[in-house]
């Protein structure tokens, strides 16, 4: 799909330099720009490039004047980066617009979907799910039994999703991600043996939330384990049952977070992050990668290490750790004189 300057210009609100009716059908870097190319120019460092790309149409800020002659036709916005992200959005819905019911699918006749549906083929929906208007689901997906899928939601290829997950609108489930297999949960015997504990409950996944491949989201024990509106959640990562994330947290890659943790809102947690079970971290909360969290955290703190402290007094600690050797050296000169 092709589109001009003077389309992209209006949907971004900008104003274009240059000629309005050139075309462009792809995206790519400022410095590998090529004919038919839309780029963009937001950090001052990548300037040099904007003389020398063949990219058709660049995206700018309002404030950028030109030094030099440009073969590009520019779009000027108020935020480059911004922009870019809005076409970025606009250019992938385009591309993930498909509609229809491929076959081989299997949907019984006790669930229900609304209006531009996409189920991709080999896809399995159980008995009594409903699925909202615009729902994408792509090929080689299973949805279990009870389960909500609400508006304008994106489920790619290979997804597992068990009986009784409510989703709502707006999401975003990348590929391999499982999302309400059973918690840990097991009791041990007398004899050493564990018996398990049966999972009741379910998983709810608010409005605009990303999970990203291979993250896993246990079912609750009793009652539910609940991802909150907004929450961004990267690959590969580990949600235990019972765990409650609160609106708009992000999380990074490889974090594992034990049962019945509570995680407020707006917080920052970095990759390889391990929290441990039954722990309440406050709003605000900001913790560096590979980070052990074993208490609760007040809002607002800023945290890194294992077992995780206050990140300014790690950075102190941290000053006397690599110079540990030189300490201990110096300890035991003072040593041996002291006893010359």
């Not at 076409?87 to 019911?101: D, H, M, P, T």
């Not at 609400?150 to 999703?161: A, E, L, M, R, W």
């Not at 999380?251 to 309440?280: D, E, F, L, P, R």
Request: net charge negative.
């Amino acid at each position: 799909m092709k589109f001009t300057a003077q389309q992209i210009a209006g949907i971004l609100e900008g104003d274009v330099v240059g000629n309005p009716d050139v075309e462009v059908s792809k995206l790519a870097k400022i410095e590998e720009g090529f004919e038919g190319a839309l780029t963009f120019l937001a950090n001052p460092k990548y300037t040099p490039y904007i003389y020398k790309t063949r990219a058709s149409i660049t995206i700018v800020n309002r404030t950028f004047n030109p030094e030099n002659s440009l073969k590009t036709t520019l779009i000027k916005v108020d935020d480059a980066y911004l922009a870019f992200s809005k076409i970025l959005e606009y250019y992938n819905s385009v591309k993930l617009n498909k509609v229809g019911i491929e076959q081989p699918s299997f949907i019984p006749d006790s669930s229900k979907y609304g209006e531009n549906i996409y189920i991709g083929a080999f896809s399995y929906i159980g008995e009594n799910v409903i699925m909202g208007d615009n729902v994408k689901i792509f090929p080689n997906t299973f949805i279990g039994d009870n389960s909500v899928i609400d508006d304008n939601t994106i489920i790619f290829s290979g997804v597992k999703i068990y009986s009784e997950t409510i989703i709502g609108k707006n999401c975003v489930i990348n590929s391999g991600a499982i999302i309400g297999a059973d918690g840990f949960g097991f009791a041990p015997n007398e004899d050493g043996s564990y018996s398990k504990i049966p999972q009741t409950g379910n998983v709810i996944i608010e409005d605009f939330v990303d999970i990203g491949a291979t993250t896993t989201i246990d079912r609750a024990t009793l009652g539910s384990t609940i991802i909150r509106s907004g929450v961004k959640l990267d690959n590969q990562i580990q949600i235990a049952h019972n765990v409650e994330i609160g609106n708009n947290t992000v999380i990074a890659a490889q974090t594992g977070i034990a049962g019945s943790t509570k995680i407020g809102q707006n917080c920052q947690i970095g990759g390889q992050v391990g929290i441990a079970g039954h722990m309440t971290i406050g709003n605000n909360v900001r913790i560096q990668a590979q980070s052990g969290i074993t208490r609760n955290i007040k809002d607002n703190e800023v945290l890194q290490g294992s077992p995780a402290i206050k990140l300014s007094d790690y950075n102190k600690a941290y000053v006397h750790f690599k110079n540990l050797p030189t300490i201990v050296k110096n300890i035991n000169e003072l040593e041996k004189n002291k006893w010359e």
